[in-house]
T-cell receptor, first 112, second 111 residues
Framework: DAMVIQNPRYQVTQFGKPVTLSCSQT?????MYWYQQKSSQAPKLLFH???????NEADTPDNFQSRRPNTSFCFLDIRSPGLGDAAMYLC???????????FGPGTRLTVT | DAKTTQPPSMDCAEGRAANLPCNHS???????VYWYRQIHSQGPQYIIH???NNETNEMASLIITEDRKSSTLILPHATLRDTAVYYC????????????FGSGTRLQVQP
């Protein structure tokens, strides 16, 4: 029944060591989103894909990249994680940008 | 997206109705009011959305004032599982735009 799946649920990486978080969906939605949520804060949009069209938020650091090889999968790459990048990373999908978003359970990233 | 203002926290007794207010005085005519909630350690969950008319679904009711400057989310019979952070979001339903989450209301349902 899982609709938006994120792996792994918990990820520990070292300072400066590249890390990739993955998201997959069984909903066949054309829009996929990546949010960053730091402790006790609201989710903050990093970027989203509308089909293959990549939309970056203006204040998303260059350190964050994303790939969407097909409809079902989307990846978040953090090229050189810093201590400030420790957060919950949430993936979401929607049928269109005007419809409700379905969120995955998130990946909690720890940077040591 | 319109700026929204919500109380930071609220308490509600189990079994009673929870009424969560939201102010969105700058909302434009084509922006919908969306509500999401986030239970601890989970991703946000869509609850309901509306434009002008009141809306009801299996989870909640949404009451929007006639001038659309504020709204109230109603959970008719709150349970302990409704303890969560509730986000009110003004969102334009056209174009390729994503949601902007505000700080939300932390609802604590008390036994």
């Amino acid at each position: 029944d899982a609709m938006v799946i994120q792996n792994p649920r918990y990820q520990v990486t070292q300072f400066g060591k590249p890390v990739t978080l993955s998201c997959s969906q069984t909903l066949n939605h054309n829009v996929m989103y990546w949010y960053q949520q730091k402790s006790s804060q609201a989710p903050k949009l990093l970027f989203h894909y509308y089909d293959k069209d990549f939309n970056n938020e203006a204040d998303t650091p260059d350190n964050f990249q994303s790939r969407r090889p097909n409809t079902s999968f989307c990846f978040l790459d953090i090229r050189s994680p810093g201590l400030g990048d420790a957060a919950m990373y949430l993936c979401a999908t929607s049928r269109d940008s005007s419809y409700e978003q379905y969120f995955g359970p998130g990946t909690r990233l720890t940077v040591t | 997206d319109a700026k929204t203002t919500q109380p930071p926290s609220m308490d509600c007794a189990e079994g009673r109705a929870a009424n969560l207010p939201c102010n969105h005085s700058t909302i434009s005519g084509n922006e919908y009011v969306y509500w999401y909630r986030q239970i601890h350690s989970q991703g946000p969950q869509y609850i309901i959305h509306g434009l002008k008319n009141n809306e009801t679904n299996e989870m909640a009711s949404l009451i929007i004032t006639e001038d659309r400057k504020s709204s109230t989310l109603i959970l008719p019979h709150a349970t302990l599982r409704d303890t969560a952070v509730y986000y009110c979001i003004g969102h334009m339903d056209t174009g390729r735009r994503a949601l902007t989450f505000g700080s939300g209301t932390r609802l604590q349902v008390q036994p």
